[in-house]
């Protein structure tokens, strides 16, 4: 992977650097999150052509989880990951945070999900289970 300094005149969009630091698995999906509001720079919300520089202080927020970060170092190609966590630095509140709530997970029932409307099959396996032969 290549990192780059602040001093190189290129620039680096944000949904490329996004995708480089593993955020997202594809660079679309990180410019649809930049596009819905998901990435906030220094609080302010933008488009995915935004330059990203070093220190800029991001919020990523994915499903329940939300990440705040800073930009370390700038690159626009996807590497490894432990190259790609070279790329920023979490804070240590939203760590705190995404563990609590990972804790929280953990200790719900797990859902139980269907594939949808049950076969006949299906059907007479939870009447013999009811006892409703």
């Known amino acids: 992977m290549v990192m780059v300094e602040a001093t190189d005149s290129e620039k680096f969009r944000i949904d490329k650097w996004l995708f480089a630091a593993r955020f997202f698995k594809t660079r679309s999906l ?12 220094n ?3 933008i488009k995915p052509a935004r330059a990203v520089v070093v220190g800029n202080r991001l919020t990523i927020r994915m499903d329940q989880y939300q990440y705040e970060i800073e930009v370390l170092a700038l690159s626009n190609r996807r590497g490894p990951f432990t190259e790609a966590q070279k790329l920023y630095q979490e804070t240590d509140a939203s760590r705190q945070l995404r563990a609590t709530i990972m804790e929280k ?4 029932p797990p ?3 269907t594939k949808g409307r049950p076969t006949k099959r299906d059907r007479r ?5 009811k006892g409703q032969d």
């Open 125 to 129: 396996e939870l009447d013999r289970f």
């Open 30 to 41: 990180a410019a649809e999150a930049v596009e819905k509001g998901r990435v906030l720079v």
């Open 111 to 113: 859902q139980f999900y």
């Open 105 to 108: 997970a953990k200790a719900e």
């Open 43 to 45: 609080g302010a919300r």
